[in-house]
T-cell receptor, first 113, second 112 residues
Framework: DQQVKQNSPSLSVQEGRISILNCDYT??????FLWYKKYPAEGPTFLIS?????DKNEDGRFTVFLNKSAKHLSLHIVPSQPGDSAVYFC????????????FGKGTKLSVIP | SQTIHQWPATLVQPVGSPLSLECTVE??????LYWYRQAAGRGLQLLFY??????ISSEVPQNLSASRPQDRQFILSSKKLLLSDSGFYLC???????????FGDGTRLSIL
């Protein structure tokens, strides 16, 4: 049973436009959410996180939105740049004492110049 | 600043051979350490985590084991590799739980 789902395997966006990556989860105990970016042959790089007590967190061009009632979060990248082309993973954690991050399968973002 | 080193980057091993993957973290003390695996077409799966020297917890029963002989060293081992052990292995660290985990560049393990 996949508790974190990224239903779009890939996404193409024009340079300068907004990229919106989506993630759904099923476990209502998740209370901490993260986005990672991964380039080929490298490990995932942490981008941004959000606690369940918030519905928005912003860091430069990256904003994460959390809709707890819909069990949905999204990552907005504005403006998109060619260097943003990578695989993006959504991850979630359950409770302050949890060590495990549950990852989605990733969405490959291609930003077209 | 903190850095995490993981080696080797790629490894090809025959079935039944032993395995040792090493991970070290610099620039922090008493980190939480993690081993993940990504099998083909699947998401990242937590294999082991450690909150201190000699303290190892396993999330998934398997052919692998982990050890933490020093504060910032984490080792993934196997006595006899199986074909199903193929995959991309990632080491990660975090200051505490409920904080971002930071990953190494991974080891691509192929079993022949």
């Amino acid at each position: 049973d996949q508790q974190v789902k990224q239903n779009s395997p890939s996404l193409s966006v024009q340079e300068g436009r907004i990229s919106i990556l989506n993630c759904d989860y099923t476990n209502s105990m998740f209370d901490y959410f993260l986005w990672y970016k991964k380039y080929p042959a490298e490990g995932p790089t942490f981008l941004i996180s959000i606690s369940s007590i918030k519905d928005k967190n912003e860091d430069g061009r990256f904003t994460v939105f959390l809709n707890k009632s819909a069990k949905h979060l999204s990552l907005h990248i504005v403006p998109s740049q060619p260097g943003d082309s990578a695989v993006y993973f959504c991850a979630a954690s359950e409770g302050a004492g949890s060590y495990q991050l549950t990852f989605g399968k990733g969405t490959k973002l291609s930003v077209i110049p | 600043s903190q850095t995490i080193h993981q080696w080797p980057a790629t490894l090809v091993q025959p079935v039944g051979s032993p395995l040792s993957l090493e991970c070290t973290v610099e620039g922090t003390s008493n980190p939480n350490l993690y081993w993940y695996r990504q099998a083909a077409g699947r998401g990242l799966q937590l294999l082991f985590y450690s909150v201190g020297i000699g303290q190892i917890s396993s999330e998934v029963p398997q052919n692998l084991s982990a050890s933490r002989p020093q504060d910032r060293q984490f080792i993934l081992s196997s006595k006899k590799l199986l074909l199903s052990d193929s995959g991309f292995y990632l080491c990660a660290w975090s200051p505490q739980t409920h904080q971002p985990q930071h990953f190494g560049d991974g080891t691509r393990l192929s079993i022949l």
